[in-house]
């Protein structure tokens, strides 16, 4: 089978698991991860089925919708990717990086790396920057039915991975406890040069957030 016949029947399957998913990871969302994975693809030098295979399959079964068991996303792309005839190589690599691809709470080590990886992460990480990163979090957190602020709840920034997923916090919290840490922690010249600009409009915000909460603007 052809790179691009397995490609689309990715984007196929893709899209049929997700038709019914939560706004912010819905099969908008993996289209805008693969664009972005693309995008910074131009100014690497890495396998473009594996990166676009990753960008495609990396949320095809959030732990977060599924009672936080990591093990159905990488299970489901390699009974989908067997069944396409992908090589085990490249399967291998591409749960790889659904297992390493995710924020965590960012104090776990990550136990894998490749050029492959960086890309699409920097591709997902994009898409919780700026104002789409906004309105995601905010329609994850009324998905929740979290409050949006709450002043006497402050952010932490040191949680663990299992406090981080467990977290109940009010959504503009989420700004500090990940959103606003990623800019640092892009892998790619592109992923930097973008987030830069996505950070910036997201700083921009939460003044305007706080002068409107406090009756100032």
Known sequence: MSKSAVVENT??????????????????????VLNNSRLIAKGEKCDMLIVELGALLHDIADSKFHAGDESVGPKMAEEFLGSQEVSDEVIQHVIQIIKNISFKGGNVEQKFSSIELD??????RLDALGAIGIARTFNYGGFKGRALYDPEIEPNLNMTKEEYKASTAPTINHFYEK????????????????????????????????????GEA
């Open 11 to 32: 984007i196929h399957f893709v899209k049929e698991n997700l038709k019914n998913a939560e706004g912010g990871h819905d099969w908008f969302h993996i289209q805008r």
């Open 119 to 124: 890309i699409v992460q920097d591709a997902d």
């Open 179 to 214: 959103l606003l840490l990623l800019k640092d922690r892009m892998n790619t010249e592109t992923g930097r040069r973008i987030a830069a600009d996505r950070h910036a409009f997201m700083v921009e915000y939460l003044n305007q957030f706080y002068a409107e909460w406090n």
